[in-house]
């Protein structure tokens, strides 16, 4: 996990997009993949990958529905749906009797699909969560953090 930060940061200083998951790292410690031996295999794959690369390009770059300026990604589909089924699992963790809870995980459930956007998803829940909270009088259960990246969201989207 510290390797998974440290890349993730460096490659923040280095300007790229992100080139770790930390979620996927921890799944792969907890599935007992502790001594980096998964992550050989996995890179070992990825090159065996690069053979394919052309197949993947000509099924993933994308379709151009006609007369408009959208298109069809139908290599990624197969994944988000499969991602967003083992996803949705967690949500009988919810408080669903708790309009403070419900609210900012149904906003942020609803928000993902609607705006194709998994990170769009996760700012309005950061927003909607320190807000909810504060109007239901209850503002003293959020950790300052969240305030901060509520704060950092709404930043964010009012400059963008």
Not at 19 to 41: D, K, Q
Not at 56 to 76: A, C, F, H, K, S
Not at 77 to 105: C, F, T, Y
Not at 143 to 148: A, M, R, T
């Amino acid at each position: 996990l510290f390797a998974d930060a440290a890349g993730a940061t460096a490659g923040a200083v280095c300007g790229t997009s992100p080139v770790t998951c930390y979620i996927e790292s921890a799944a792969g410690v907890a599935a007992g993949g502790r001594t980096g031996l998964a992550n050989v295999v996995t890179g070992l794959l990825f090159l065996a990958a690069l053979l394919f690369s052309p197949l993947v390009r000509m099924l993933g770059e994308g379709w151009q529905i006609p007369g408009t300026n959208d298109y069809l990604y139908p290599v990624t589909a197969p994944a988000l749906i499969v991602v967003g089924s083992l996803m949705v699992k967690n949500i009988i963790e919810i408080d669903w009797g708790d309009p403070s809870e419900a609210l900012p995980a149904f906003l942020t459930i609803i928000v993902m699909p609607l705006t194709f956007s998994i990170a769009d998803g996760l700012a309005i829940g950061f927003i909607a969560y320190p807000l909810v909270k504060l109007l239901a009088g209850r503002g003293q259960e959020v950790h300052g953090l969240v305030y901060l990246l509520a704060l950092l969201f709404i930043l964010r989207y009012a400059f963008l």
